[in-house]
């Protein structure tokens, strides 16, 4: 990752994403994983300018990181009235996350490999016509 006023995605954490894409992962959860796997913590406004997201796309990637575990939240109160402002934390190790994914797909293999062979099975039952 690298820094300009903010820090921003480089070349290896796109890399890094689109390969988390090519296994399932919605792009834009990918971009605001590598994001937030970097930082210390930060604000909303930190991913949406890093990964070039908007708004609504970080919420639901964060929304989606929360249930999984692996952010945490805590808002910041400001002094004038509004809404608070939310603050993330990464709280799991990324090659966790790979592992779990890693997990998750080996079961699809093995999902689809049972079911190949039950097909096969049921296929030589029925045998072809002659």
Not at 1 to 7: E, F, G, L
Not at 20 to 49: H, P, W
Not at 81 to 95: A, E, S
């Amino acid at each position: 990752m690298r820094k300009k006023d903010n820090y921003v995605l480089d070349e290896e954490d796109e890399k890094l994403s689109c390969l988390f894409a090519d296994l399932g992962m919605s792009k834009n959860l990918a971009k605001t994983l590598m994001y937030v796997s970097q930082v210390e913590e930060c604000y909303g406004k930190d991913i949406e300018r890093g990964t070039d997201l908007c708004q609504p796309e970080v919420s639901v990637a964060m929304q989606v990181m929360r249930k999984k575990g692996w952010i945490k939240k805590r808002d910041l109160k400001k002094k004038s009235k509004g809404r608070p402002v939310h603050i993330y934390k990464f709280t799991v190790d990324l090659p966790e996350i790979v592992k779990d994914l890693e997990r998750q797909k080996m079961a699809e293999v093995e999902s689809v490999k049972k079911d190949l062979s039950e097909l096969k099975t049921l296929v030589e039952k029925i045998g072809s016509p002659s």
